[in-house]
Nanobody, 129 residues
Framework: QVQLVESGGGSVQAGGSLKLSCALS????????LGWFRQSPGNEREVVAT????????HYADSVKGRFTLSIDVVNLTLHLDITSLQPDDTAVYYC??????????????????????WGQGTQVSVSS
């Protein structure tokens, strides 16, 4: 059974940085697209970055390019999201998710939430001005 457990959220001031982590377990193979989503109050859940578990470059939403860096530690099976220059608009619950798909770029461009079958519980990021 695939399980995703996020950690690393917190409260920071604008301009600060955070590193979110997602512990991965229960995967039988690496034919999954892994992603980070975020949802702020009153807004839909949006994808911010995706990465194919089996290898390849990460993909980013335009709103986070240059500030968010997605990477995977295949030894420790952990997905990381490094966030710099945090802004109040980044305040949201951040979720790690997995989809049994290889087309990570398309999933990001379409914000295809239903494709992601597996979800973590979320971690709160709060940015004050």
């Amino acid at each position: 059974q695939v399980q995703l457990v996020e950690s690393g959220g917190g409260s920071v001031q604008a301009g600060g940085s955070l590193k979110l982590s997602c512990a991965l377990s229960g995967f039988d193979d690496t034919n999954y697209c892994l992603g980070w989503f975020r949802q702020s109050p009153g807004n839909e859940r949006e994808v911010v970055a995706t990465l194919f578990f089996g290898g390849g470059r990460p993909h980013y939403a335009d709103s986070v390019k240059g500030r968010f860096t997605l990477s995977i530690d295949v030894v420790n099976l952990t997905l990381h999201l490094d966030i710099t220059s945090l802004q109040p608009d980044d305040t949201a619950v951040y979720y790690c998710a997995a989809a049994r798909r290889w087309d990570c770029s398309a999933l990001l461009n379409l914000n295809d939430r239903p494709a992601f079958r597996y979800w973590g519980q979320g971690t709160q990021v709060s940015v004050s001005s």
